[in-house]
């Protein structure tokens, strides 16, 4: 999700020089046998509501593998931060439709609001929204959600100071004990991340740090999203790459020039994939 102007850059983000220790992958997440293989989550993942644009991006995302690694269970209440083009929407929510859970959308603002087709509440549910920005309440009544999920957005919170605080704090204030916050986001490892992330990948070790501030407890980290031929050095940062593709300074039109192929070739980010947990 490219929310890049959301505010002025103003704060200078201090490196954070803790390293983050390798953790084991939980037993069966890499083959995702038996106890990971839920029925309803596979339905809802090669469900005809998912579009076709979507599903593409399927072999860079990794659903069933990342969903099941994340610990989503049936009948949960599950909140998502900011789902932009509706990935994770379009399989979440009507997973938790099958399973007599509940999903939560966070938008930034209260307007605009879900693209139109989740409104069919056969396919989805009744969809509950709240809002999440630098200046919102609670995302819902305290310790009520089992599962939070914020996927390749925090980049976009660092150029506001205080907000990536705020992101932690409200997630930890939403979920239950012993609730889980599922990560994804750009990683800018083994380099340094640059100020505010402002080229979209960040330090594993900032990010843990954010959660840890608020109160979580890294319980486990994978390898399911990583892309090796990320280089992570692009005229545009990651948004280079698929499925942004930009092309032109931000604010300018698309540049017909500009040869997409190297890029292409490369695919979409190296990303961690981090799972948390709230004590309970």
Known sequence: ??????????????????????????????????SYADGALSTAIRGAQRSSRNVARDQYRHPRESLSFWGLRP?????????????????????????????IAA????????????????VYGAIATTVFNDKSGPLAAPGTVDWVL????????????????KAFADFYAA???????????HRADPRPMVKNASDGYMSTAYVVKLARGAGFTLEHQTEINANPKDTKDYPFGVWTLPPTRQSAPEGQPPNPAFDHSRYDAIGESDRMTLRFRKPA
């Open 1 to 34: 999700m490219n929310i890049r102007t959301l505010a002025a850059l103003a704060a200078t983000v201090l490196a954070c020089a803790a390293s983050v220790p390798a953790l084991a992958v939980p037993p069966g997440v890499a083959g995702l046998p038996g």
């Open 107 to 122: 938008l930034p603002a209260a307007s605009p609001p879900l693209p139109a087709r989740f409104s069919d509440k056969a």
């Open 75 to 103: 009948g949960m209440t599950v909140l998502e931060i900011w789902p932009g083009g509706g990935y994770w929407t379009e399989i979440l929510a009507p997973y938790a439709q099958a399973t007599g859970g509940t999903y």
């Open 150 to 165: 914020t996927s390749r957005n925090i980049h976009d919170w660092m150029s506001t100071p205080g907000m990536p605080e």
């Open 175 to 185: 979920l239950k004990p012993g609730g889980i916050l599922a990560v994804e986001q």
